[in-house]
């Protein structure tokens, strides 16, 4: 039959309008230029030909920046052709499996590792980097069984969770505990890519950390960061009050506002602060590590600006584009990308290291954070898509964290 | 406070330009809006229904009649019967409810609604008031099944009004008729009136479903009703169902044959099923884009 | 379905809310935290008014038989009416009361009643004039009974009351001898706030000041906690007014009490926004709401004043009632309930009221400095159940303009009583011991009252008395935007902002006080747990 989705697809002049007056206007990308409808599209149908692959129907899937990215045309060209439109969006998903798959009968509930690897592409030998685990980086994201499509949520043939339903492979499947309530758990996707971003940040014992940005990204890494490294002094920079209170409570050392990051780092670091006639003021010296957060131009630029010469800068968020790139130059820094965790990760284990699937890990550790359920500010039907875009869009000001759909409502 | 000031805060206060919330504590006692969100009566008072008609007969009907070769068969079916009835058809593509809704006689025309789904047609306030005028639209809630989506509808019914509505929920991918829901037949069970089928021939293959213009050469199209049906006393709802889809398989056979051959197979039970043939998806389409004969004249230049 | 009234609690996503500022309002942005208290929907008004009032009439309550049986013909019968002070707004015409005064009167035809009186309870406020009485009774009684069977009740006219000695408690109780000396009263009352009906229709409306002195008092005010409550040791003042209504029955005056209860559909649509929940108004709404504002700050005061003046409630009767009064008030004070009653957890450290242009004694008028003390810290902050919406000792915030106005037919004692009394000390007690005699006995004042249309000497003093429990509650009151003589004379303060207001609440209640608003009209009852 069919299956209710919200679909996005192709359109020329909604993103030139989301792009020239989305700024202005930002009402106007849940309205009129939002490139998404409300469909009935033609139910999934099981691939007959390959095992591995099961029917999930989503209970809760999250709306993420990068999601919102995309529907205000913000988005690289670069990943055009990394993605098969038009596509349901919704990576971020915990449900209930409609068939068996595998080792895990039907009725389990799962959370998705959203990567469509090799694994899932049937492409055997599979890529270097699925071979040694590291499924995030796989080279073959546009080719084997499916259409081209880097992660479910952006990929024709698998739907996505901004839907009834949504086709996942084994490879992408991890069952939850029934005692973890959906609000959590719809949350274990960010939370495994923030767990991957602090490792990849490479913290040092005692180092100083700066995280631009306490949203939801900001908020799961910062959490990361005090479970999973041994960081020492973290200071985290949110914009809006609810966020500041949410980085005091995770345990952050300082939480300051955007506009003072500078002046807090150089007292931690007891820096030379200069400013430039024109751009934002720089330190000589710094943090040992900032995580960007946020994906936007000026959160980049406080990060590369406020850290130490030598320091390392992880990007955890699509980079807008347009940040000035002079300090990594100058200051001689470590430019990490932070993409999402697909695959294992090297954790801390005692005083070796343990590679362990960051999915994994992360379901565990999210059963035992009772912040996480609370991070979800509120769920919307599918049919009431533009509310739910439009409030997450302003989450930050609303005091909202994330902001996820209900599809089966 | 200044005036500007004043506005500003009202401005962002109220979130003009993006959409309205509702504040946390206060969502419990928020009111289901049913109807409320979409409120169509407007377009059904006399000035509306005066501008509806207006639009439907001086731009709809010879817009498409210079798009597709339009005919109309059958209306006489509908002389003698005293309103309000439910017009149901097969359903294949967005031509479907201006179709019936241009060939109805005036006086029906005058008292009918159009059943519209509500998270399609109903989503923006533009298309909100589209809909209303140009059909008389009232939203269906197509996610909410049961008797929900019905509730407009029962009251329109019992306010004298005739309504068209698509038992299959939703256009055919295919061209072949799908499985029939049965809010129609509930609704004519329970307020007693009668139910008008309508078969619509040519729709599919002339703008299916992804198109949003008829396709260009004037493809043929025939609109064809039948015979009123009424429900019986203590008729299970699926019985109906079944005799509506059966009343629009008989106009179908009706319009490749003959009549007469076609009431021929009635009695016999051998009208051809509408369900299309099993098999892979190809395959159905293949026989639902199956183009319609032309009728009349063939055109010398053809 | 109409949906309780509930307890807001202001987030990010709460827009301005609506405050009343005497004639006009603001939206306000309230602090994140800040509980707002809003009143349930309006229940829906009884479909059959009519025949509400003939099934009340010929089914009573309590100990009474049906009120055609209890008319004879030759007998004396009363009908007192309530007065101008009620329903706020004014109802829209026909007001209920004409209804049902309709009803009483034809069956007193029908028993052959000859000698009938009509009489508007005002005991000591000001007369009625005949427009306000036509409006209120309708033209068919008007033309009938005025002016020789129709009049304001004379409390001041000695020879017309009748003494029926004292209570237990040594309250004097005396009313009118017309009313005493009749076979039947019928009371025709309606019931707006908790405070009304019951024994007080009769021992307080058709009583004088020898009577009312018993229990309008700051000692009797002090001890009503709150007199919105009528439950038995709540409210001095109800507890004396039932002593004398229970003395009056004893002594075999025999009440016919009808009463009814209305819905809370307190505005015009023109004027619906005021109805509805903030967050719920269309855009039409606000921009309603805009036009009015602007129209509202720009107009002339004249022209505010008449606009407001004219504003009649579209009010819907919820209840009819009539029999035995006790028996009566109770059903009555849980259709009342129904329609106000709100569950409030817990107290808070500052309470803002916004405060309306009208109250039981400006119709007509003009709220003057000390009908606002009385409005606000009187009638708004007493509407409560169990406590106070705010701490002993803590802030209220009220809004109004306050502005140094009075009427001078109306209100004349007022004015002395402001210039005079309150210069000198706003301390309720010693304004009672000194000043209350001298102006309740004045002949100047008694005469205005006999004969113009001016409140009783006394009334500002009870104005006084009535926002004496909040007076001594609170440990601070500031007005927003008041103007700032009349408000020192009040013996209060003023910001000009509710921002300011709070810094300087933060003085008496510490830095970080919890607020609730009472966002009423329309009026509700904090039930406070």
Partial sequence: ?409 | MGARDELREMASGFRWGRRPMVPRSAEPYVEEADDEGFPTDWARTKAGTFARQMILNGVMDPLHRSQIALRVYGVDALDDVEGPVIFYSNHSSHLDATLIMCSMPDRWQRTTAVGAARDYFFDVWWRQAFTALVYGGFAIDRAKGGTGAIDKARELVLDGWSLVVFPEGTRSPDGHMQRFRHGAARLALECGVGLAPVAIVGAYQAMPKGRLWPRPGRPPVTVRYGDVLYPQEGEPHQELSRRMQQAVAELFDEDRSTWFDAVGRAERGQTPSLAGPQGPSWVRTWEGTRPVPRRGKPRVWE | ?529
């Fill in chain 3, 1 to 529: 379905m109409p949906r309780p009234g509930f307890v807001l609690d202001v987030d990010e996503r709460t827009p301005p809310l609506l405050v009343n500022q005497g004639e006009g309002f603001r939206m306000q942005k309230f602090p994140l935290g800040t509980k707002v208290i809003y009143p349930p929907d309006a229940l829906p008004g009884v479909k059959d008014a009519h025949g509400e009032i003939r099934r009340a009439l010929l089914h009573p309550l309590g100990d009474s038989k049906p009120l055609p049986e209890l008319l004879f013909s030759g007998m004396k019968l009363t009908i007192a009416i309530d007065d101008i002070s009620i329903p706020l707004p004014p109802m829209r015409t026909p007001d209920i009361r004409q209804r049902i005064l309709e009803h009483v009167i034809e069956m007193a035809a029908r028993a052959g009643v000859e000698d009938v009186e009509l009489i508007v309870a005002t005991a000591l406020h000001r007369r009625m004039t005949a427009r306000e009485i036509r409006r209120m009774v309708g033209e068919r009684v008007f033309r009938s009974f005025w002016p020789d069977r129709l009049s304001n009740f004379d409390a001041e006219d000695r020879d017309a009351l009748t003494d029926f000695g004292t209570t237990d408690k040594g309250e004097e109780v005396e009313i009118s001898k017309r009313a005493a000396e009749s076979d039947l009263i019928v009371y025709v009352n309606i019931n707006l706030v908790a405070m009304d009906g019951g024994h007080k229709s009769v021992a307080v409306g058709l009583a004088g000041y020898r009577s009312l002195r018993h229990h309008h008092n700051v000692h009797t005010m002090l001890h009503s906690t709150s007199y919105m409550d009528p439950r038995e040791g709540r409210s001095a003042i109800n507890d004396s007014v039932n002593r004398m209504g229970r003395k009056l029955s004893d002594d075999g005056v025999k009440v016919f009490q009808i009463e009814t209860t209305l819905n809370s559909d307190t505005f015009p649509s023109n004027m619906g926004f005021l109805n509805k929940r903030e967050w719920e108004w269309s855009m039409a709404d606000q921009g309603l709401m805009m036009a009015a504002k602007k129209m509202n700050d720009v107009a002339p005061p004249r022209a505010r004043r008449d606009f407001f003046r004219r504003i009649e409630a579209p009010y819907k009767v919820t209840g009819v009632n009539a029999g035995e009064v006790e028996a009566v008030h109770a059903r009555t004070l849980e259709n009342l309930h129904r329609q106000q009653l709100v569950e409030v957890q817990g107290q808070s450290d500052i309470a803002i009221f916004g405060i309306p242009y009208l109250g039981p004694y400006n119709v007509n008028s003009i709220l003057n400095p000390i009908l606002v003390h009385c409005l606000g810290l009187g009638y708004l902050f007493n509407m409560y159940r169990n406590k106070p919406i705010v701490k002993q000792g803590g802030v209220a915030i009220l809004y109004h303009p306050v502005p140094w106005e009075f009427n001078q037919i109306h209100h004349p004692s007022y004015i002395d009583f402001f210039e005079e009394v309150l210069a000198e000390t706003t301390d309720p007690k010693t304004i009672e011991t000194k000043f209350e005699e001298r102006y309740a006995t004045d002949p100047w004042y008694i005469h205005l009252y006999r004969t113009s249309h001016a409140y009783h000497g006394v009334h500002p003093f009870y104005m006084w008395y009535w926002g004496a429990h909040g007076r001594d509650h609170v440990g601070d009151v500031i007005f927003v935007g008041g103007e700032p003589k009349s408000v020192a004379r009040l013996g209060y303060r003023r910001a000009d902002s509710l921002r300011d207001a709070i810094e300087m609440a933060k003085d008496t209640v510490g830095s970080t006080p919890s607020i609730t608003y009472f966002h009423a009209p329309p009026i509700m009852i904090a039930d406070v747990r």
């Fill in chain 1, 1 to 409: 039959m069919t299956t209710l989705s919200l679909q996005y697809f192709r359109s020329v002049p909604r993103y030139v309008g989301a792009r020239t007056i989305g700024a202005k206007a930002p009402g106007l990308i849940a309205g009129p230029l939002a490139p998404l409808r409300l469909a009935t599209l033609k139910d999934l149908e099981l691939p007959t030909d390959r095992p591995g692959w099961a029917r999930v129907k989503p209970q809760l899937a999250g709306i993420c920046g990068s999601d919102l990215a995309t529907i205000a045309g913000r988005t690289s060209f670069y990943f055009s052709p990394l993605v098969s439109l038009p596509f349901v969006p919704g990576h971020e998903v915990v449900g209930e499996l409609l068939d068996d798959c595998e080792d895990l009968p039907a009725g389990t509930r799962v959370v998705l590792s959203s990567v469509l690897a090799c694994a899932a592409r049937g492409e055997d030998p599979p890529c270097d980097n699925c071979a040694s685990g590291r499924t995030g980086r796989c080279d073959r994201v546009t080719i084997g069984h499916l259409k081209p499509g880097l992660q479910t949520g952006f990929c024709q043939e698998t739907g996505g969770g901004w839907s009834r339903a949504l086709l996942a492979h084994r490879s992408q499947l991890f069952a939850v505990p029934e005692s973890m309530p959906p609000s959590a758990a719809v949350l274990v996707e960010p939370f495994a890519c923030a767990i991957h971003a602090a490792l990849r940040a490479r913290i040092e014992p005692g180092a100083s950390v700066l995280l631009v940005g306490a949203g939801t990204v900001g908020i799961l890494t910062l959490i990361a960061v005090k479970l999973f490294t041994q960081a020492g002094r973290v200071t985290v920079a949110a914009k809006h009050q609810k966020q500041r209170a949410a980085a005091t409570m995770a345990g952050a050392d300082e939480v300051v506002r955007p506009e003072h990051v500078t002046k807090a780092v150089r007292r931690d670091a007891r820096a030379v602060k200069l400013t430039p006639e024109r751009g934002p003021e720089f330190l000589l010296g710094g943090a040992d590590v900032a995580i960007e957060c946020t994906g936007s131009r000026r959160g980049l630029d406080a990060a590369l600006r406020t850290t130490k010469a030598g320091g390392r800068v992880v990007l955890s968020g699509i980079p807008e584009g347009g940040a000035d790139l002079t300090p990594v130059w100058f200051r001689e820094l470590e430019l990490v990308g932070a993409y999402t965790a697909g695959g294992v990760d090297s954790f801390p284990d005692g005083t070796t290291t343990v590679e362990r699937p960051t999915f994994e890990v992360a379901v565990e550790t999210a059963a035992t954070l009772p912040i996480l359920e609370r991070l979800v500010g509120a769920t919307y039907p599918l049919d009431r898509w533009r509310e739910a875009i439009d409030h997450a869009m302003a989450a930050g000001k609303l005091g909202t964290f994330k902001v996820a759909f209900a599809p089966q409502e």
